[in-house]
Structures are given as structure tokens and as C-alpha cells.
């Protein structure tokens, strides 16, 4: 297994604008880093579950893998649609209970995203399967493809903190720029 690109691209896959990124985005903008923080621990302990569900059951899946991707589709956009007219909506200036930014938001969010599925379902056989399928390999490989995910995760955390003021004082024009950019996203899973 080429160790760099395997690393490359599970870096930008997962570092790369998705839904998970920009509902991340949004909630450091409008609530906080904290906030955002509960989501991205959920978003990366369901992203290692749904690597791990791919490396134990990919025999199976790949049978069932187009009707499965459909499915995640249809749902993945209707909900995807649903977070992008909250984000479009959002008012700042009232205090609200957001449930967008949620441990249990970010958790169902990976399970229902798309970009997400396809990549645990196909980082584990390209690159690791195809070279090695004992356990301790596949395990370790999980681990470190959701050590990376954690870290592009946490760079938006981190990129939303630093930009906070400037997020702030645009608050309109950034809610409808990442409303579109996830509703190009949703968009994308269609092409």
C-alpha cells in the first residue's frame, strides 16, 4: 500500500468542504467553538463507526451497495436541504437552543451523509483490503483514517474560532454562503 496516498486522500476527502464541514462551520459562527466542538466528537465517533461497520461487513455491502447509496441519497438530501434552510434562517441576534450543534446532531449527520458513506465504503478495500486483510492492519488503519478525519474536522473547528469576528460582522452574507455551499453539496450527490 502507497502509505502517501493513502494518507493524501483520506486527507482531502475528509478536509474537503462536505456537509459535516460546513454545519461546523455554521455552528462556530453562530454559537461558539464549544458548541461546534460537541458536534464534531459526535460527527468523528460515527465516522469511525461507519469505517469500521465498512471494514467488517464490506464483503456483504458490496452486494447491496447501489441500493444502499440511493437510499442515503434520498435521505442524505432531504436532510441536507433541511440543514441548509436552517442555516439560511438563522437569526444570532435572538438566544435560542440550537439542536443543530449537538453531539447526537454530528453523530446522525455522518450516517446520513453522503460523502461520507462513499468514502468508508470505499477508502477500506481500495487501500487497505486490496494489500492486507488481517486484523491488527484493518483496525490500525481505522484508527488512523479516523485520526485524520478528527483533524480536518477540528481545522474548521479552529478555522470558524480564528475568523469569528469577521464571521460575525457579515453574519447574513456568510449564513447564505454556507447554505448554498450546502445545498451544492447536496446538489453534488446527484451528479
Request: positive net charge; hydrophobic residues 50%; charged residues 5%.
Amino acid at each position: 500500500m502507497d502509505m502517501t496516498s493513502f494518507i493524501l486522500y483520506c486527507f482531502i476527502v475528509t478536509i474537503t468542504p462536505g456537509p459535516t464541514n460546513i454545519v461546523i462551520l455554521s455552528t462556530v459562527h453562530n454559537y461558539g467553538p464549544k458548541k461546534a466542538m460537541n458536534y464534531t466528537f459526535g460527527s468523528i465517533i460515527a465516522f469511525g463507526l461507519l469505517l469500521a461497520i465498512s471494514a467488517m461487513l464490506n464483503t456483504v455491502l458490496i452486494t447491496v451497495v447501489p441500493k444502499i447509496i440511493i437510499g442515503m441519497q434520498i435521505i442524505g438530501t432531504i436532510y441536507m436541504l433541511y440543514l441548509s434552510y436552517q442555516i439560511y434562517k438563522m437569526d444570532t441576534s435572538q438566544s435560542t437552543n440550537n439542536k443543530t450543534g449537538t453531539f447526537t446532531t454530528g453523530f446522525f449527520m455522518q450516517f446520513l451523509n453522503p460523502k461520507v458513506i462513499v468514502f468508508t465504503m470505499t477508502v477500506i478495500p481500495s487501500f487497505v483490503l486490496s494489500y492486507n486483510t488481517d486484523t491488527p492492519t484493518v483496525t490500525l488503519s481505522v484508527i488512523a483514517i479516523t485520526i485524520i478525519g478528527f483533524i480536518a474536522l477540528l481545522s474548521w473547528v479552529l478555522f470558524g474560532t480564528i475568523l469569528k469576528r469577521f464571521l460575525h460582522k457579515y453574519t447574513r452574507i456568510v449564513n447564505i454562503i454556507m447554505a448554498l455551499g450546502l445545498v451544492y453539496a447536496t446538489i453534488m450527490i446527484w451528479v
